[in-house]
């Protein structure tokens, strides 16, 4: 299975909603990622977990909290979010190791519009 | 930031024709990815080259690395209407902080349109 399956696809919420997207990996990947991508711009990077503990935060909101409650999977967990935050959010995983050479699997992203 | 640049930002070419794309950034890098974007959906990697190589190719695929230019070049050869994406490229430099995982950081993008 190599596969990144992501929750749900669409979401739709207000700026006084809590909302969680969901990532799920069963390729035995020990990275995980969050990334958010505005219309026809690159994926940026948001948050890393390595082996379940959260390595990077690219100073993201604290509107946005990330969670990996096991190796599997990973949430992102959404408060109080203003309608610039609308976006594609995508998930990845990877392989672990030092030297970095590894190439990521995305999943398909879940549209989201905060109104 | 490292975010590479990438030329052109739009192509558009014949089915069978050949595409190329550039991209640059700007610091030392681990290795230099390419991912093809269909739609606004997932990414889908495309090919790896590692920083101590000069020249990689995956079937129709070919990727040069210029690491004294800090530049890539993506080809792709006899193109289709299916190779219709977003390409972008994107500079990798481990996670040495925990040793899992790397930091991706990507281009601008390429929009290609292969027209029949």
């Known amino acids: 299975d190599t596969e990144v399956t992501q929750t749900p696809k669409h979401l739709v919420m207000g700026m006084t909603n809590k909302k969680s997207l969901k990532c799920e990996q069963h390729?035995?990947?020990?990275?995980m990622y969050w990334y958010k991508q505005k219309a026809k711009k690159p994926p940026e990077l948001m948050f890393v977990?390595?082996?379940?503990?959260?390595?990077i935060n690219e100073s993201v909101p604290s509107r946005f909290s990330p969670e990996c409650p096991n190796s599997s999977l990973l949430n992102l967990h959404l408060h109080a979010l203003q309608p610039e935050d609308s976006a594609l959010y995508l998930c990845?995983?990877?392989?672990?190791?030092?030297?970095?050479?590894?190439?990521?699997?995305f999943g398909p992203g879940t549209r989201l519009t905060v109104l | 930031s490292q975010q590479g640049e990438e030329d052109p930002q739009a192509l558009s070419i014949q089915e069978g024709e050949n595409a190329t794309m550039n991209c640059s950034y700007k610091?030392?890098?681990?290795?230099l990815q390419w991912y093809r974007q269909n739609s606004g959906r997932g990414l889908v990697h495309l090919i790896l080259?590692?920083?101590?190589?000069r020249e990689k190719h995956s079937g129709r695929l070919r990727v040069t690395l210029d690491t004294s230019k800090k530049s890539s070049s993506l080809l792709i050869t006899a193109s289709r209407a299916a190779d219709t994406a977003s390409y972008f490229c994107?500079?990798?430099?481990?996670?040495?902080?925990?040793?899992?995982?790397?930091?991706?950081?990507f281009g601008t993008g390429t929009q290609l349109k292969v027209e029949l």
């Open positions: 990845a995983s990877s392989l672990t190791g030092t030297s970095g050479n590894n190439e990521q699997f």
């Open positions: 390729m035995g990947h020990r990275a």
């Open positions: 977990y390595s082996y379940e503990k959260l390595s």
């Open positions: 610091t030392s890098i681990n290795n």
């Open positions: 080259i590692r920083s101590n190589e």
């Open positions: 994107a500079t990798a430099l481990p996670n040495i902080l925990t040793g899992g995982g790397n930091k991706l950081t």
